[in-house]
């Protein structure tokens, strides 16, 4: 009987013992896992405070000579564009207020020039090229933009507020693959004509284009770029340089071609064009001109006509019938070091035999920083129907900063 209760008390005990035992066991558990959790959460905190002071090191300002630094260093390969060196340094963002950016920045040519004519005196002096002061901003929208271009550069030709401001517009881009643009700017009269000053191959630009373009005139453009086709077709006053108030209506219009444009570069980029100028100014007036542009991996050529019957360029009004045209080839025998020679026929007047111009241009670029910092050495020969052969030596710089 004995054996029997001993028996069953040990029976009874066991589930009362290992349930005694599992709580333990949970307890124990339980305990480990708040400690490993406390302690993964202070190791959390202290690598958040870590990653947080490396956060905070990563986006101190830099320091003005590590900027200038920056800058020594800076290889600006593209020349087909004007990037100022100082670009990124210069340019101001802004989270309130009208102006997403703003980009003030200034560009400077000068160059020496000695002419040694036939039979006549040689002449050697140092001539401010242009300076001009360029504004420009994007609006908080970032579809629309302006330029505002000031022109101090020392002249005799004009009144000098007539020649003071430059570009004055404002575009937008809302418009896909367009770009519209109101105010005072430079059309699209011949390719060269409408070229930025910052970007042309030579010091002196050709005879069609010193003639029939490179002028500015108020009134609206609307510019379309596709893979195939650009074009920029302007409706303006024909007044040039404010001299006075709108003197009549004026078209400019201009369309490209570009054939190869899907081929990636494999075959170059070939670009044939052309348009024309109309208007009234004084009289009735009109330009026509065709283009021709290819360039291969470090080579390019380009050819441009031009013919008018009365035109109305930097000169002011011209009644005279005219033709020209050039051709340059150019070769960049390193990214830097470019040669390039050009021929450039023009006859001022048609009605006149044996009038033309002819100069034949042999030039250098070397391009320090891009377009941005940029020696020029140019040497041309002018051969004349009427009046005596000169030659002329120009050293340019230009600085875009």
């Given at each position: 009987m004995?054996?029997?209760?001993?028996?069953?008390?040990?029976?009874l005990?066991?589930p009362?013992?290992?349930?005694?035992?599992?709580e333990?066991?949970?307890?124990?558990?339980?305990?480990?896992?708040?400690?490993?959790?406390l302690?993964?959460?202070?190791?959390?905190?202290d690598?958040?405070?870590e990653?947080?002071?490396?956060k905070?090191?990563?986006?101190?300002?830099?320091?003005?000579?590590e900027?200038?630094?920056?800058?020594?260093?800076?290889?600006?390969?593209?020349t087909?564009?004007?990037?100022p060196?100082?670009?990124?340094?210069?340019?101001?963002?802004?989270?309130?207020?009208?102006?997403k950016?703003?980009?003030p920045?200034?560009?400077?040519q000068n160059?020496?020039?000695?002419?040694?004519?036939?039979g006549?005196d040689n002449?050697?002096?140092?001539?401010?090229?242009l300076?001009?002061?360029?504004?420009d901003?994007v609006?908080k929208?970032?579809q629309?933009d302006?330029?505002?271009?000031?022109?101090?550069t020392?002249?005799?030709?004009?009144?000098?507020?007539?020649?003071?401001?430059l570009?004055?517009?404002?575009?937008?881009?809302?418009?896909?693959?367009h770009?519209?643009?109101?105010g005072?700017?430079?059309?699209?009269?011949g390719?060269e004509g409408?070229q930025?000053?910052?970007?042309?191959?030579?010091?002196?630009?050709?005879?069609?284009?010193?003639?029939?373009?490179?002028?500015?005139?108020?009134?609206?453009r609307?510019?379309?770029?596709?893979?195939?086709?650009?074009y920029?077709?302007?409706?303006l006053?024909?007044?040039?340089?404010?001299?006075?108030?709108f003197?009549?209506?004026?078209?400019?219009?201009?369309i490209?071609?570009?054939?190869l444009?899907?081929?990636?570069?494999?075959?170059?980029?070939?670009?044939?064009?052309?348009g024309?100028?109309?208007?009234?100014?004084d009289?009735?007036?009109?330009?026509t001109?065709?283009?021709?542009?290819?360039?291969y991996?470090?080579?390019?050529?380009?050819?441009?006509?031009?013919?008018?019957n009365?035109?109305?360029?930097a000169t002011?009004?011209?009644?005279?019938?005219?033709?020209?045209?050039?051709?340059?080839v150019?070769?960049?025998?390193?990214?830097?070091?470019?040669v390039?020679?050009?021929?450039d026929?023009f006859?001022p007047?048609?009605?006149?035999?044996h009038?033309?111009?002819?100069?034949y241009?042999?030039?250098?670029n070397y391009?320090?920083?891009?377009?941005?910092?940029r020696?020029i050495?140019?040497?041309?020969?002018?051969?004349?129907?009427?009046?005596?052969?000169?030659?002329?030596?120009?050293?340019?710089?230009?600085f875009?900063?």
């Open positions: 004995k054996r029997i209760i001993v028996l069953l008390i040990l029976f005990g066991i009362c013992f290992g349930e005694v035992q599992e333990e066991v949970k307890e124990n558990v339980q305990d480990a896992e708040e400690e490993i959790f302690e993964t959460r202070i190791n959390t905190l690598q958040v405070e990653d947080s002071t490396i905070i090191e990563i986006k101190q300002e830099k320091t003005l000579a900027k200038l630094q920056e800058l020594y260093n800076l290889e600006i390969e593209r087909d564009v004007a990037i060196l100082f670009n990124e340094l210069t340019t101001m963002h802004f989270e309130k207020g009208p102006l950016s703003f980009h920045w200034l560009a400077v160059h020496g020039r000695y002419d040694f004519n036939e006549e002449d050697l002096f140092y001539k401010i090229g300076i001009n002061v360029n504004l901003g609006l929208s970032g629309e302006f330029r505002i271009m000031l022109n101090p020392p002249q005799n030709q004009r009144p000098f507020m007539q020649n003071f401001i570009d004055a517009y404002i575009a937008t881009n809302r418009i896909p693959h770009r519209v643009i109101l005072n700017t430079r059309p699209a009269i390719m409408a930025s000053p910052y970007t042309l191959p030579f010091i002196n630009r050709s005879q069609i284009s010193r003639n029939f373009g490179t002028v500015r005139k108020t009134g609206l609307v510019v379309g770029n596709y893979d195939f086709v650009d920029d077709l302007g409706i006053s024909s007044d040039t340089y404010f001299s006075s108030f003197p009549g209506v004026e078209f400019d219009g201009w490209n071609f570009k054939p444009a899907k081929t990636g570069g494999k075959y170059g980029k070939l670009v044939t064009g052309g024309i100028s109309a208007g009234k100014r009289s009735d007036f009109f330009v001109g065709a283009f021709v542009g290819y360039e991996k470090r080579f390019s050529t380009r050819f441009e006509w031009a013919q008018s009365g035109s109305n360029g002011g009004f011209n009644p005279n019938k005219a033709t020209g045209f050039y051709s340059t150019a070769y960049k025998i390193t990214q830097k070091l470019q390039l020679f050009r021929y026929e006859n007047n048609t009605d006149i035999a009038n033309k111009k002819r100069e241009t042999t030039g250098i391009f320090i920083k891009g377009q941005a910092v020696l050495l140019n040497y041309i020969f002018c051969q004349n129907d009427i009046g005596p052969n000169s030659h002329r030596i120009l050293v340019g710089t230009q875009l900063i």
